[in-house]
Nanobody, 122 residues
């Protein structure tokens, strides 16, 4: 599967953005999906995950209650709705896919999008 993330941009603190991850291929619905982010000078970290059907989701503590992951298998797309954004949310956001594990670990994901930059100003 090939992934393309988009929707990033510049937003003020307290604002919202919606990220999109478009996937190629006819087997998208069989993949577990995740969002990760990497801030300047920091390691990549887990943000959110969703199972193949979309009825199970998980979040990092730092975004819980503010971010929502969802998917539309008919459109081969996974979303990350980000509300109440904070300057510390500034990062390049990556979507990722794997077929085997509902995982929070980047190493379990075989397929990655190119990343989209989110900048939150104070």
């Amino acid at each position: 599967v090939q992934l393309q993330a988009y929707g990033g941009g510049l937003v003020q603190a307290g604002g919202s953005l919606r990220l999109f991850c478009a996937a190629s291929g006819r087997t998208f619905s069989s993949y577990f999906m995740g969002w990760f982010r990497q801030a300047p000078g920091k390691e990549r970290e887990f943000v959110a995950r969703i199972n193949w059907s979309g009825d199970s989701t998980g979040y990092a503590d730092s975004v819980k209650g503010r971010f929502t992951i969802s998917r539309d298998n008919a459109k081969n797309t996974v979303y990350l709705q980000m509300n109440s954004l904070k300057p510390e949310d500034t990062a390049v956001y990556y979507c990722a896919a794997n077929r085997g594990r509902y995982s929070i670990y980047g190493g379990d994901y075989a397929y990655w999008g190119q990343g989209t930059l989110v900048t939150v100003s104070s």
